[in-house]
Structure formats: structure tokens, C-alpha cells
């Protein structure tokens, strides 16, 4: 089906009412695009080491979901457009889940799920990640970002290709302790330790498939358009507040459990 984009083009919300709009649980299987709960990013760049352009033309719901691609569309002063969604509220503690499959192996893009504290809070960096970079065809960067300390995590092996279908991804993120799962295993475990840096601030989740420029050649490899668009797909995303009972079966807080989760 053709895309519906429901949500106004990007507007600056004043500082007090983003820190203060925390959200609650929701699963979103993406039947629209919730204005209310979602914003499509359109018209800028994050940066000089990004190598594409956001578009709202670049998100389309389909059977099943939501699709982000990579085009070669020139707009403004960049040759590539590329489909990012950022939620409107803030989300703290608790369980972040998504259903996707990243974009085909190609070097120079990444396809991500992630938290972020953005311009909020002065601009920190809290960040929680999965990102899959195409360097890496077999793992996921499992990550968190603290304070501006950069990045802390690894890329966690997979022993599967992720890009063959749909698979279940989520972090469990507490004030002690973040932990990352990939279709209901564990796969790596942050615990806070005391006197270093560590994501404590609520951050808006996000859905992003990018490129990179030149600067980020050394961690994604350069960017070659492969002559047809890169498509990241998702089939639903799902925050459960820290405490709250599990939402759905597919749910890692089902197959854990809240209380095994939130164990130290």
C-alpha cells in the first residue's frame, strides 16, 4: 500500500517540554504513522560525516510494516536521501523492542535502532544502540554512549545472516544495568560501576537506515550506491516502562519475565 505520512515536517519543541514528555508502554505494528507519537524526520543532515539527506519521501508503510530506504535522490547539497522516524516523547527505563530487517549488505550505510537524549538535557549523549554496519555481515553493534565518553560495546556475532528476514531485537535498560537481546537470548550485559559514566537520562527512540562520508570510512567502509534503493524493513516497535507487565507473547519481557529481567 501506498505510504501515509500523518505527522508535520520537523519543528524545533521548546527544551522544557521535550525533557518533560515522558512516554508509557506501547507496541506500534505501524497500520499509520502516529502523529502523536511519531515525527518523521525531513529536509537536514545530522552533520558533515553524514552522507545522505533525510526525506519524508524515503518512509513508506507497507503489508506488514514500515519500510526506511536509501535512494539516490539528490537533495540540497547531497546526492542521497535516506528515511529516519523519531518518536516525540522521551522514554526512560525499561524495555525497548523492535522487529526488523536491516538493508542489504552494502558498504558505507548503517541500519539502526536506538535511543537518544538529543538537543535534551543540554546534549549529553545518552545513547543506547543496535546498529548494523555493513563492514560486518554477521554481527550487530550493541552500544551505549554516556555523558560524551563515546562509544562503549562491541559488535556481537550473530549466527545468522540478519538481512535474510525478520528477527526480534530489544535492551532491557535499568539504572544499574543495560541488557541486549537478539530473538530472546542474551547477547551482552553493561552493568553500571560506580565513579564512570553510564546512560541514566530519558531519550527519544528512533528508527534510521543512513550513510556515511568519507569521515566514517574506517567504521562503515566507503559508500558505494549499489544502483538500487537500500530498503531496512520493520515490523513493529515496542517500549515497556520499567514495572509494567509485558504487552505481547513475542515480548522479551514475557519470555523473561519483568522480575528475571530487573534481577541484578
Not at 549523549?125 to 555523558?147: G, L, M
Not at 542474551?186 to 559514566?197: H, M, S, T, Y
Request: with cysteine; proline share 7%.
Amino acid at each position: 500500500m501506498r505510504m501515509r505520512i500523518l505527522v508535520p515536517l520537523f519543528c524545533i519543541i521548546p527544551l522544557s517540554a521535550a525533557v518533560a514528555a515522558e512516554g508509557t508502554s506501547f507496541v506500534d505494528r505501524f497500520k499509520t504513522i502516529d502523529g502523536k507519537r511519531w515525527q518523521v524526520s525531513d529536509g537536514w543532515v545530522n552533520g558533515d560525516w553524514h552522507g545522505c539527506r533525510w526525506s519524508k519521501q524515503n518512509l513508506r508503510l507497507v503489508e506488514g510494516g514500515l519500510e526506511l530506504s536509501l535512494t539516490d535522490t539528490p537533495r540540497g547539497d547531497r546526492a542521497y536521501t535516506c528515511g529516519e522516524l523519531m518518536s516525540r516523547p522521551m522514554y526512560g527505563y525499561g524495555t525497548f523492542e523492535v522487529r526488523m530487517m536491516p538493508a542489504a549488505l552494502n558498504p558505507g550505510i548503517v541500519s539502526a535502532f536506538f535511543t537518544y537524549t538529543g538537543q535534551a538535557h543540554g546534549n549529553p549523549q545518552d545513547e543506547i544502540d543496535f546498529e548494523f554496519v555493513s563492514t560486518r555481515p554477521r554481527s550487530v553493534d550493541a552500544t551505549y554512549h554516556a555523558k560524551n565518553s563515546g562509544p562503549q560495546g562491541f559488535a556481537a556475532p550473530l549466527d545468522f545472516d540478519p538481512r535474510a528476514g525478520m528477527n526480534d531485537y530489544a535492551f532491557h535498560w535499568t539504572p544499574d544495568k543495560i541488557a541486549w537481546y537478539v530473538n530472546g537470548k542474551l547477547i551482552r550485559e553493561a552493568k553500571r560501576v560506580e565513579g564512570k559514566p553510564f546512560t541514566t537520562l530519558p531519550g527519544k527512540l528512533y528508527i534510521s537506515l543512513w550513510s556515511g562520508g568519507d569521515g566514517l570510512n574506517a567504521w562503515l567502509g566507503k559508500f558505494s550506491y549499489p544502483g538500487v534503493p537500500l530498503v531496512a524493513r520493520y515490523e513493529y516497535i515496542a517500549y515497556t516502562k520499567l514495572g509494567d507487565d509485558c504487552q505481547f507473547p513475542q515480548s522479551i519481557v514475557c519470555k523473561v519475565g519483568k522480575d528475571a529481567l530487573n534481577s541484578p
